[in-house]
């Protein structure tokens, strides 16, 4: 089955009581029992819902995996990943991360006696140099947030089998519909579905897919004990999302092609960061790893903060707000925004420059968001 069929039909049938074409929302927070240990598969809506098991399965089939589990938020959904680790664990992570994932690591997980190396993944040789004895779990982004470096998941999931770690993928910049870490190698591969798969900027969550049977019991009992869940409405607008994320994605890499050469030719710009261009150092990798290069890309403005500042502000169809993956145009700026709790040394060390801006390119008319962007940089 093609994904523009798993999106609408995947882990979905009509309802058997009444027929009903779209699933029901379950708002209910338990389930009655014959006696008790019988029921029909639900007991308590912490553990399962009806709802939330039609969005995991439509998930798990997007990705090509056997087992899919929702959270109420993609940084629950990592807080429950790394709950997988113990004291004294090792964790390799891409040196350019998702802010809150830093947060993560270096701040909250850090504090359980996990130790944490961040290192440029771009060379899986790098990842052999970082190992530890106690090194039970890598971590990367691909492409990375903000600076869309692209790492090859083979080949870092090779060196993780061979070593026995877990691998472990963020795959939200590109969504189901344009990359698929499992088929590559990956353990786990996690999203924040508040972004390109609810697609809509209204709703938070977040997912994991794997085909290990062993790790989604044991992530199914962490799910279960912590309750990193999210409630039946907000499964469904993500699973109500998902039904047009083939459109979309289509839509976002049309619109961000145009943009980005448009970008790269104008003298207010001094780089364009965008996959989808020759000029970006892995765009080979990128056509081999990925069946397209996706919505998002970063830009650096010449004359540093205070242009970069002026393009923010002057932008109108480019709402300046954090998140992405939504049908409309953002615009952020990683160093005070989404990145401000990297330290400004790693920060500034590792790419995130003052002048650098973080453009999620929506489903508009290209047209008008180019001209948006004329004027702001004018």
């Not at 770690?165 to 190698?185: E, K």
């Amino acid at each position: 089955m093609k994904i523009e069929t798993k999106v609408i039909h995947a882990g979905q049938s009509p309802e058997p009581t009444t027929g009903a074409i779209m699933p029901p929302i379950f708002q209910t927070s338990t389930f009655v029992q014959e006696s008790p240990g019988k029921n029909k598969g639900y007991e308590y809506a912490r553990k399962s819902n009806p709802t939330r098991t039609k969005l995991q399965d439509n998930l798990a089939a997007l990705e090509n995996g056997k087992y899919a589990l929702a959270f109420g938020s993609g940084c629950g959904t990592m807080t429950t990943l790394l709950h997988l680790l113990k004291k004294g664990n090792h964790v390799v992570c891409c040196d350019d991360v998702y802010g809150g994932t830093y947060r993560l690591f270096t701040k909250v997980i850090s504090n359980n006696g996990i130790d944490c190396t961040f290192t440029d993944l771009t060379n899986a040789q790098n990842l052999k140099k970082q190992i530890q004895k106690n090194t039970k779990l890598v971590w990367i982004e691909t492409p990375t947030n903000p600076l869309l470096k692209l790492i090859d998941i083979e080949k870092i999931s090779q060196i993780c089998k061979s070593k026995n770690i877990l691998c472990i993928v963020d795959n939200t910049f590109m969504s189901p519909y344009f990359q698929n870490p499992l088929d590559l190698g990956a353990d786990i591969v996690m999203h924040s579905t508040t972004k390109y798969l609810n697609g809509h900027s209204d709703v938070i969550g977040g997912a994991i897919v794997t085909n290990n049977p062993e790790l989604h019991d044991r992530l199914l009992f962490l799910v279960n004990a912590m309750g990193t869940i999210p409630g039946p409405f907000d499964s469904w607008l993500v699973l109500r999302g998902i039904k047009t994320l083939a459109l979309r994605m289509k839509a976002h890499e049309q619109n961000a092609l145009k943009i980005a050469s448009f970008l790269e030719a104008h003298p207010a710009i001094e780089k364009v960061i965008y996959p989808g261009l020759k000029s970006h150092p892995q765009h080979a990798l990128a056509k081999k790893q990925m069946r397209g290069f996706g919505g998002m890309m970063s830009i650096i403005v010449k004359g540093g903060l205070a242009p970069a500042k002026k393009l923010l502000e002057k932008t109108d169809l480019f709402s300046l707000a954090e998140s992405l993956g939504g049908v409309e145009s953002l615009i952020e700026h990683p160093a005070i925004m989404t990145h401000a709790s990297v330290d400004k040394a790693i920060r500034e060390k590792g790419g995130i420059v003052d002048g650098l801006v973080r453009l999620s390119i929506g489903i508009e008319h290209v047209d008008d968001l180019i001209a948006d962007l004329k004027q702001a940089l004018s």
